[in-house]
C-alpha cells in the first residue's frame, strides 16, 4: 500500500523521507513498517502539522492525522505489512532469521520502493534497531546516494519519522482489527487486544486460543518468547532442523530469539531417532534412502 | 498361528472390511512432516492445517505451502506407484479377535495419494521421501520369479559372449 501515481512534481526535487515501525513487540499479528516523504523544502510547514510520536496519540487522533496526511498532495506514504506467519517462519528456519534483520531488510525495500517510483531521496531518518552505526553504515552501502540518520526516539525527534510513525501504527493497527483469521475452528474470537504480552485482554485470548497439537492459530508468532509459557502442556513436537541447531551449537548473540528457536519442544539428542528413522546397519542403499526393516508394530 | 507368523516378519492383514463398512478413501489427506508430534488420536486437522498452492511447479512436482507450529513447510502430493495402495491399519475391535482363525490388524483406511512436506526446502526428486520409492524397483528386479523366458534369453546371451 501506498500513496498512488502519478509521481508529483515535487518528487524530482530533493526529498527528505522518515521510517518508523509498529508492532515489533506484539506476539500477534504483522509488524508494519511505514514511510512518510515529503520535498526538502516542505519540511517546515510539516512540522506545523502537529505529527507527534504514534504512542503519544490516541487512537481517533492517529487515524485522524493518517486521513490528513493521505489527503496532502505534499506527503508521500508507503508501508511494508510483515505477515505473523512470515515472522515466526524465518525466526524459525533452518537458517534463522533474526527480527532485526527482517526489520533493516523491510526498511530497505521502503526506500528501494520510493527511489524506484523517482522520488528523489537525498535524506533518510530511521529509528535505530539494532547497533546504530551498524546500521547506518548497511544502509549507506546499499543506498550510496542517500543520507542516512540512524537515531533514537527519531519518531519523537523529526516530524517525517512522527509521521511515518502515525502511517505504520494506524496501518498495524487496522491490520489486526480486520484480520481474517484463517482457521476454522468453532469458539474462536476477535478480541485480540493490543497483541502485547502484558495486555490482559491477549493474554485471554492467547488462553482461549490455545490447541495442543497445533499450537496457536497463525495470527500468533510462535518464534515470540511468550508463547513458551503457554507451551508447557501441549503436544512436544520434535523437528530435524533442531537437531542440526543443537549439534552445531547456535553461538553468538544469545538473544531473545534464539531461545525461542525450541518453542514448544524440548530437544534433546536422544530424541533424533524418533525424528526420522535411521537405518543403521543397512547397506548404504537403504541408509542413502533412511529405510528402515520394520517387523514390529 | 499369528504370532509364529510375526516372529518371522510377517504381519498378517485382514483386508475383509466387514459386512458392515468399506475402507474410508483418505487420498489427499495424508500428510508426512518433517517432524515428530508426539501425539497420536484424533485432532481437527483441517480446522488448522491449511495447505495453499503456491503456483510454482518444480521436478514436475507442484509446490504447496502450509504453516506448522510457527513454521513455513513446502511439500508436493504425490501418487503411490502404480500396483500400490496406502493403508492405515488398526487393531480390531476385541470381540472380532476370538474368531481363531483372524489376525489382529484390520484396514481402516486407503489412500492412493500422499503429500509429504519438508521445513523451508523446496521439493525435489532428490528428497528422501521420493527416493524411498526407488527400493520398489529394486525389489522387483531382486525378487520376480524367474521365467522360462528369462532363462532362456539369459543363456542365449551367454553363449554369444563365448
Known amino acids: 500500500m501506498s500513496s498512488q501515481d502519478p509521481l508529483p512534481k515535487w518528487a524530482s526535487k530533493p526529498c527528505v523521507m522518515g521510517i518508523d515501525e509498529a508492532g515489533r513487540g506484539p506476539v500477534l499479528g504483522p509488524m508494519v513498517y511505514g514511510c512518510l516523504y515529503c520535498a526538502t523544502s516542505y519540511l517546515i510547514e510539516l512540522s506545523s502539522l502537529n505529527f507527534a510520536d504514534s504512542k503519544t496519540l490516541r487512537e481517533e487522533k492517529r487515524e485522524e492525522l493518517f486521513e490528513d496526511l493521505k489527503a496532502n498532495e505534499s506527503i508521500g506514504w508507503a508501508v511494508d505489512v510483515i505477515d505473523p506467519r512470515e515472522l515466526s517462519s524465518k525466526m524459525l528456519n533452518k537458517v534463522k532469521i533474526n527480527l532485526n534483520e527482517i526489520s533493516h531488510d523491510s526498511a530497505m525495500g521502503l526506500v528501494t520502493k520510493v527511489l524506484g517510483m523517482g522520488v528523489l531521496l537525498t535524506e533518510v531518518y530511521v529509528d535505530t534497531v539494532g547497533d546504530s552505526e551498524k546500521y547506518r553504515i548497511k544502509l549507506s552501502e546499499k543506498f550510496p546516494n542517500v543520507k542516512f540518520v540512524v537515531a533514537k526516539k527519531a519518531d519523537s525527534l523529526y516530524p517525517v519519522v512522527s509521521g511515518a510513525s502515525i502511517v505504520a501504527k494506524v496501518t498495524r493497527d487496522r491490520a489486526l482489527r480486520e484480520w481474517a483469521l484463517e482457521e476454522t475452528a468453532e469458539n474462536m474470537h476477535r478480541n485480540f487486544g493490543s497483541g502485547y504480552p502484558g495486555d490482559p485482554t491477549t493474554k485471554c485470548w492467547l488462553e482461549d486460543h490455545k490447541h495442543s497439537v497445533f499450537g496457536f492459530p497463525t495470527l500468533v508468532r510462535f518464534s515470540w518468547g511468550t508463547c513458551t509459557s503457554y507451551f508447557k502442556d501441549v503436544v512436544e513436537v520434535l523437528w530435524e532442523s533442531d537437531k542440526v541447531d543443537e549439534d552445531g551449537g547456535t553461538a553468538g548473540s544469545g538473544k531473545k530469539q534464539l531461545r525461542l528457536s525450541n518453542v514448544g519442544i524440548t530437544t534433546s539428542k536422544r530424541k533424533s531417532e524418533e525424528i526420522e528413522s535411521n537405518a543403521k546397519g543397512r547397506c548404504k542403499f537403504f541408509q542413502a534412502r533412511k529405510l528402515e526393516q520394520l517387523t514390529h508394530f | ?162
Open chain 2, 1 to 162: 498361528m499369528n504370532t509364529e507368523n510375526e516372529r518371522k516378519g510377517e504381519v498378517i492383514v485382514d483386508f475383509d472390511f466387514g459386512s458392515d463398512s468399506v475402507a474410508l478413501d483418505l487420498s489427499s489427506k495424508v500428510h508426512q512432516l518433517p517432524c515428530a508430534i508426539k501425539f497420536d488420536g484424533p485432532c481437527s486437522v483441517s480446522h488448522y492445517f491449511k495447505p495453499k498452492s503456491t503456483g510454482m511447479e518444480i521436478d514436475g512436482l507442484t509446490v504447496e505451502e502450509a504453516y506448522f507450529r510457527g513454521r513455513k513447510l513446502l511439500g508436493a502430493t504425490i501418487s503411490l506407484p502404480e500396483g500400490y495402495s496406502g493403508y492405515v491399519l488398526g487393531r480390531k475391535s476385541l470381540a472380532s479377535e476370538h474368531r481363531q482363525d483372524s489376525s489382529p490388524w484390520q484396514v481402516k483406511a486407503k489412500f492412493e495419494n500422499i503429500t509429504y512436506w519438508n521445513h523451508d526446502t523446496l521439493p525435489s526428486q532428490d528428497d528422501m521421501f521420493q527416493r524411498s520409492f526407488h527400493w520398489l524397483t529394486v525389489a522387483q528386479a531382486l525378487h520376480k520369479p524367474v521365467t522360462a523366458e528369462d532363462l532362456e534369453s539369459a543363456s542365449t546371451a551367454l553363449k554369444n559372449m563365448s
